[in-house]
Antibody, heavy 120, light 107 residues
Framework: QVQLVESGGGVVQPGRSLRLSCAASGFSFSNFAMHWVRQAPDKGLEWVAFISYDGSYEFYADSVKGRFTISRDDSKNRLYLQMSSLRSDDTAVYYC?????????????WGQGTLLTVSS | DIQMTQSPSSLSASVGDRVTITCRASQNINSYLNWYRQKPGKAPEILLYEASILQRGVPSRFSGGGSGTDFTLTISSLQPEDFATYYCQQSYSPPLTFGPGTKVDLK
């Protein structure tokens, strides 16, 4: 079955960097676009970033553009989110999600999330 | 960017009730609208895509409609596992955007 397992969250000071990882299994990872979505405590969902199935194009939310970079390693079935210049409002649970058979921009499978807390 | 709104922001209902949630886009998104359910403490799960197509494995009590800017999610007979928060999301163009959510709780 499809599994997406995020890791790399934790507590980090404002201004620092961190990389999140998402391990994918149970599907042909290299055939699907991938996303990061976050959810601040007791808030709604916020889409963060997208990478195409072949890594040839990426999109970002305005709130993270220039600070976050999404990437993928198909040889390892892994998705990454490199985050820099972290701010307190980046505190959230970060989910990785895969697109599906019906298009790149809907989120068919989700991981369980990893919590990032940005605090001094 | 395309802004998404939802109404109501919350509602109280009983098991067996029929519930309808509305989602509105700030511009025409054709039928590129998806619905998700998020149970407390869990990741979201997709219910419908392209406004009205039921994701495989999702019960038929869920249905969706609309096109252009106005959309609905209907649960025909609310079940205990449906007490959750529901989000719409436009998949018309990036940046992808979610609605603020509708929380369905027990009356």
């Amino acid at each position: 079955q499809v599994q997406l397992v995020e890791s790399g969250g934790g507590v980090v000071q404002p201004g620092r960097s961190l990389r999140l990882s998402c391990a994918a299994s149970g599907f042909s990872f290299s055939n699907f676009a991938m996303h990061w979505v976050r959810q601040a405590p007791d808030k709604g969902l916020e889409w963060v970033a997208f990478i195409s199935y072949d890594g040839s194009y990426e999109f970002y939310a305005d709130s993270v553009k220039g600070r976050f970079t999404i990437s993928r390693d198909d040889s390892k079935n892994r998705l990454y989110l490199q985050m820099s210049s972290l701010r307190s409002d980046d505190t959230a649970v970060y989910y990785c999600a895969s697109s599906g058979d019906y298009g790149d921009y809907y989120l068919e499978y989700w991981g369980q999330g990893t919590l990032l807390t940005v605090s001094s | 960017d395309i802004q998404m709104t939802q109404s109501p922001s919350s509602l109280s209902a009983s098991v067996g009730d029929r519930v309808t949630i509305t989602c509105r886009a700030s511009q025409n998104i054709n039928s590129y609208l998806n619905w998700y359910r998020q149970k407390p403490g869990k990741a979201p799960e997709i219910l419908l895509y392209e406004a009205s197509i039921l994701q495989r494995g999702v019960p038929s009590r869920f249905s969706g409609g609309g096109s252009g800017t106005d959309f609905t999610l209907t649960i025909s007979s609310l079940q205990p596992e449906d007490f959750a928060t529901y989000y719409c999301q436009q998949s018309y163009s990036p940046p992808l955007t979610f609605g603020p959510g509708t929380k369905v709780d027990l009356k």
